[in-house]
């Protein structure tokens, strides 16, 4: 075989060769074919004729020999059906734009009794034929008759063949049989058109009327008027009867006698026509013309939007909800086109790469890391909404750990079409193109111009904008956040030979990019579907990855922060604490590449690791003694910090202003150079280099917020080091990595499983990496207490120990930022529990967590531990310790001005402030404070972040009843989380919508329909079980929805559910909201809840009541916010207890509850109304002693 498989170019022999050699011979402008050939087509015989034997060279008896004359005979009729039928059970996706200038064709004949024509214009696979189903299944329900016509190449050679089918269809003489054709037109014809004319449709439609005298006189053009004459009186007639419509598609393949048939038509006969057309296909002159008439109206045919293809795959596949990697893999090879969707849907289950699981399994936790795909996947939103039936069974699908997605090859259908798409292209187009393929999907123009080095820029620049005007590339715009020069060259980084390069280039390549017009954009991305996997494909092995080491060559030194987060490994000191190990052999070729061709590649490593406040944010351009003078101002009090905050944000100075930093762009690297850089590694067998790029990746992907993906990376990397051992010694990895890589590693994947709500194994992983770092957690309670002692003890005199040399620093910052990761992971995971045994756990990691933050040098990373132990204390009841952290976050504040990271921890100090302010009860305080929070957190684009001040300014503006501001928050809340796929976020979400539903005097955002369905779509999702404090409220506020309207059933339901989590909640905000909902129930099923409904007596669930209560104010004591109400409340039912309670609903005029009671109580306690105003819940936590001794006998 010789050539290219994709172009199919062999080199073929062997007997059947050597027979078609001699038949040519023989049989000279003929298509003939053996006997084998002739019984094996399943033709009709009527398409063959035999051929005389002739002797042949060197073959003694070829057998007999066909003349195949299928293509020179006159088929009879067309295809009278469409090519693709309507799918019954899916409707048509993202097409209201077409049939809508259907049914305006539709309105404009009938009404003004004029014909109109739509014509549908796409390329191959957009969908036209299923638009043409959906528009004859509209046509047909609304009782109009529908001639449908499918052509094919061959027909436009045919004269007249169009309308004959059409008339064959129309005339149903299309598939009766043939004796009986001849009855049926007769009686069709008859009362219409005369009788000695009906032999003119003899050789039109194979009958054989008598030839009449009047026809016999007629020559051939006469007849042919005369039949189209014939025609038209026919349709005239029908269409007075019923509305008729022609569907005929692939219309490009129309002879130029029924395109001008057709146009006389529509201009005399209030006729529908529906056509398609190919978008390449050249059309005759009469087509022109047709589609220049009036009536014709040309409607293109878009490409599916992204949603709308994502959902035709879950269909394609059986599913509700498809991985980000498949989603990515789908996009960026069908560009909105049905028909390549659908084979590459098929050709995946062919291939048999995907897992299926079944969603309405219950989700469990998983005690090992290869079995979390269909969690991972669980914990995303679905892509397409279960159905509501029961009995349908449901499924997700995951792609198998062992499979590279960017390696599968397209199937053969649509190789050939990318190959015919690049063979169209130039020699230096494809050169381009092909190049362009090997970096990947997006690329960068200097990248391209080093894996072409013989070209120069002009060249380049020419090439590039031929192929952008041909649609084949596109330039990445600002509005897809691509922006070339922020990422590729850190800001804190400039060499003489980068300013040198700058300005001798300065003249040629801007003057060329005025001269051809091209954006300042220097990212494009392919805009052609498959276009790049075609070109991909076609490389030789060997070149192949030749060039995929250029690639990786040129983008390592660019694998880092963005320019605006002062560069710097997402795995912090990664290539520090790992330099010995990418020195070694296995890695020279790849580490040791040296380049010098292009500016973006002259970068400082040591420097990438240290921030450069002064090119960092552009209000420290001011003096340097005015720097200094500003970090000696020293936060003493809060007072101090919130005046220095408000000074920042109210500077408009770009200079001076707080928010002036450049936009962080560490998406855009993660996108265009780590995950391509993982990619080029695997290819050119780079493992090790491939498994420190996965972990930057993965890093990179949680500091964006996106679990899954940092999941996805961390998923390859555990394939690269293999099936782990049942026994430890066993252990050995496919790959070569260092004890701090593999404690990274763990690190990352305790990470995902925290956020995955895998608590179980988010702890163990959790573990063993602090063991890989060389500090222990223990196991038991024992061992926590010994832990402690040393923590307190032997740890104070390790501070004293002299610092580190030099050498050894920043390897020693990346085992101690690792440490304290694991050591933050153990403090989250045991806090989730409210049990004695997990408070000792979590307390332990706080102390470690806290003697772990003396050794580091960074201030923000101080402020933010700090922060995260006073939420800790506040979680868990600690007052005292509560303030103190907090305030030691603000002390050290005041050095976190001046860099991103720094901005960072200023907007994490600030939301705990809010968060501080609404549990004291300081509302208006704590609502300011919560703008202010949210204003740096859209700046910083922390999606986590934004979306916990967005919550806690919620729940400020809800107990102030300020409705309005709570539907504007929450309006905010679902921008931010409908972009990204965090259930967790939307649970939060939910719970405030349902509080604004009981609560908010008729305010609303989502209706309780759309609450409801999500709640008990995840309900048994890992990540809401674990969220006891969240389900508390979420449940409690369900019963209390079913109460009001009787609906027992469903309120012992969620009530049951709530109290199997008050227990396990703790003394957060969010906590202490969820158990004073859960009161509220209680004290509904005490007064309206009938008695043979609920399995307890009343006197039983009074005690109980009261029993909670109690616990209430034990549990909750760092959250007075809600304390008054309580108080209120456990009053109500104490004075309540003997009195009789009935079923007359009367709802206090309050924000927190709705309480039913006798309207005497009422009259007997005329002040008890008033006392539940929102004064008296903004209270501060040191309320004066009176206060808190009338509160402790009430409780009493």
Request: glycine fraction near 4%; charged fraction near 20%; aromatic fraction near 10%.
């Amino acid at each position: 075989m010789v050539g290219a498989v994709s172009r199919h170019e062999y080199t073929v022999i062997g007997p059947k060769v050597s027979l078609v050699a001699r038949m040519i011979t023989a049989y000279p402008g003929l298509v003939s074919c053996d006997e084998v050939t002739y019984l094996r087509s399943m033709l009709p015989a009527y398409n063959f004729k035999k051929l005389p034997e002739k002797m042949m060279k060197n073959i003694s008896n070829p057998g007999k020999m066909y003349e195949y004359v299928g293509h020179r005979r006159c088929i009879m009729f067309g295809k009278r059906h469409l090519a693709t039928e309507r799918n019954k059970n899916h409707s048509l996706l993202d097409r209201e734009k077409e049939l809508e200038a259907f049914r305006m064709a539709q309105q404009e004949c009938l009404h003004q009794k004029k014909g109109q024509a739509v014509l549908y214009e796409g390329g191959k696979g957009s969908g036209k034929s299923q638009l043409l189903a959906e528009i004859n299944f509209l046509a047909q329900k609304e009782g109009h008759r529908v001639l449908p016509l499918k052509l094919k190449k061959a027909d436009s050679k045919q004269c007249f063949y169009a309308i004959q089918t059409l008339m064959a269809i129309f005339f149903e003489i299309d598939t009766c049989p043939a004796h009986y054709r001849q009855e049926r037109l007769h009686r069709q014809l008859s009362g219409i058109v005369e009788e000695p004319l009906h032999c003119l449709f003899n050789d039109l439609f194979f009958v054989k009327f008598p030839l009449s005298f009047k026809v016999s006189r007629m020559d051939d053009l006469a007849r042919q008027q005369k039949i189209k004459a014939c025609f038209f009186e026919v349709l005239e007639k029908a269409v007075r009867e019923t509305p008729l419509i022609f569907l005929i598609d692939e219309a490009q393949y129309m002879d130029a006698a029924s395109w001008e048939f057709l146009g006389t038509l529509l201009s005399g006969v209030p006729i529908i026509m529906v056509m398609t057309l190919t978008t390449t296909s050249t059309l005759c002159g009469q087509a022109q013309h047709f589609l220049q008439s009036p009536p014709a109206v040309l409607v293109p045919i878009s490409k599916l939007a992204a949603t709308s293809l994502l959902r035709m795959a879950c269909w394609e596949l059986g599913v509700v909800s498809i991985p980000q990697e498949l989603q990515t893999y789908l996009l960026r090879r069908c560009f909105g086109n049905p028909l390549y969707c659908e084979v590459l849907c098929q050709d995946l289950l062919s291939k048999n790469v995907l897992c299926f699981h079944d969603l309405q399994k219950e989700e469990v936790e998983n005690s090992k890391w290869e079995t979390l795909s269909a969690n991972a996947m669980k914990s995303t939103m679905y892509s397409v909404s279960p159905a509501s039936s029961e009995d349908q069974e449901l499924y997700v699908c995951t792609v198998k750990d062992d499979v590279n997605l960017d390696t599968v090859l397209l199937p053969p259908l649509l190789k050939e079409i990318a190959v015919n798409q690049i063979d169209q292209l130039s020699p230096e187009e494809q050169s381009l193109v092909k190049c362009a393929a090997v970096i990947g999907h997006f690329f960068h123009i200097d990248l391209l111009q080093h894996l072409l080095p013989g070209w120069s820029k002009n060249k380049l620049l020419e090439v590039l904008k031929d192929l952008v005007d041909m649609h084949v590339l596109h330039w990445c715009n600002k509005g897809q956040e691509l922006p070339a020069e922020p990422i590729l060259v850190p800001s804190s980084v400039e060499t003489e030979h980068t300013k040198e390069t700058t300005k001798s280039d300065a003249d040629s390549p801007l003057k060329l990019q005025e001269e051809l017009s091209l954006p300042q954009m220097e990212v494009l991305e392919f805009g052609v579907p498959l276009l790049r996997e075609g070109a991909w494909e076609l490389w030789p092995k060997a070149q192949q990855t030749a060039l995929h080491l250029e690639c990786a060559c040129f983008l390592r030194d660019l694998a880092c922060r963005c320019g605006s987060c002062h560069g710097g490994d997402f795995v912090p000191f990664h290539r520090f604490a790992i330099c010995s190990t990418k020195s070694s052999s296995r890695t020279s070729r790849f580490c040791s590449y040296k380049d010098t061709g292009s500016i973006l590649t002259q970068v400082i490593t040591d420097r990438l690791q240290l921030p450069s406040p002064q090119d960092t944010f552009q209000f420290q351009t001011e003096s340097s003694r005015s720097q200094e003078a500003f970090t000696r101002e020293y936060c003493r009090t809060e007072e101090e910090f919130l005046d220095k905050v408000n000074r920042k944000l109210a500077q408009t100075n770009p200079k001076k202003g707080m928010l002036t930093t450049k936009p962080c762009h560490c998406r855009e690297v993660l996108k265009l150079v780590l995950s391509p850089l993982t990619q080029h590694c695997l290819v050119i067998g780079e493992t090790t280099c491939a498994f420190y790029y996965l972990l930057e990746s993965a890093a990179a992907s949680l500091d964006l917020s996106d679990n899954y993906m940092a999941f996805f990376y961390l998923r390859k990397a555990s394939s690269l080091l293999g099936q782990p051992s049942a026994f430890s010694f066993f252990k050995k990895h496919k790959v070569k990595i260092c004890q701090f890589e593999e404690a990274t590693f763990c690190r990352l994947q305790s990470e995902v499983c925290f956020n995955m709500g895998q608590i179980t194994l988010a702890k163990k992983l959790a573990r063993r990496a602090l063991r890989l770092l060389k500090r222990s957690f223990p196991w038991t309670w024992l061992g926590v207490i010994f832990q402690t002692f040393l923590e307190k003890c032997w740890y104070s005199c390790s501070l004293s120990q002299p610092r580190n040399n030099p050498s050894e620093k920043k390897k020693k910052l990346a085992v101690l930022q690792q440490q304290m990761h694991c050591l933050s992971l153990l403090r989250q995971l045991y806090s989730l529990e409210a049990t004695a045994s997990s408070l000792r756990f979590a307390c332990l990691a706080t102390l470690m967590q806290k003697n772990s933050v003396k050794e580091f040098p960074g201030e923000a990373q101080v402020v933010s531990t700090y922060v995260a132990l006073s939420q800790f204390s506040q979680n868990v009841g600690d007052k005292e310790k509560w303030l103190y952290h907090e305030q030691l976050a603000i002390q050290k504040s005041s050095l976190c001005w001046f860099s991103r990271e720094g901005l960072l921890a200023t907007a994490q100090l600030m939301q705990a402030l809010a968060y501080t302010k609404l549990c004291l009860g300081h509302l208006d305080f704590s609502i300011k404070l919560g703008f202010q929070a949210h204003e740096i957190c859209r700046h910083l684009k922390k999606p986590a972040l934004e979306n916990l001040v967005l919550s806690v300014l919620f729940r400020s503006a809800f107990l102030k009843k300020k409705f309005d501001l709570c539907v504007h928050v929450l309006e905010s809340q679902w921008v931010l989380i409908s972009q990204s796929h965090d259930v967790l976020g939307r649970a939060f979400f939910y719970s405030a919508c349902l509080d604004l539903l009981l609560y908010g005097k008729g305010w609303l955002c989502r209706p309780f329909g759309e609450c409801l369905h999500f709640i008990q779509r995840y309900e048994h999702s890992c990540i809401l079980n674990s969220q006891s404090s969240v389900m508390l409220g979420v449940h409690s506020s369900l019963a209390m929805w079913f109460a009001q309207d009787l609906q027992w059933n469903q309120f012992q339901y969620h009530f049951s559910k709530a109290r199997q989590l008050v227990k396990r909640t703790n003394a957060s905000l969010f906590g202490s909201h969820g158990f004073v909902r859960f009161l509220e129930c209680q004290v509904l099923i005490l007064q309206k809840m009938p008695e043979d409904v609920f399995l307890q007596t009343l006197a039983e669930t009074r005690r109980q009541t009261l029993t909670y209560f109690k616990e209430f104010f034990s549990r909750c004591v760092t959250c007075p916010v809600y304390h008054q109400w309580v108080s209120e409340l456990k009053a109500f039912v104490m004075r309540n207890g003997k009195m009789s309670l009935t079923n007359i609903i009367r709802p206090f005029d309050t924000c927190l509850t709705r309480i039913w009671i006798e309207g005497e109580f009422l009259e007997e306690n005329n002040s008890f109304e008033q006392n539940l105003e929102i004064q008296r819940f903004v209270r501060e936590a040191d309320v004066n002693k009176k206060d808190k001794e009338e509160i402790q006998e009430c409780i009493c």
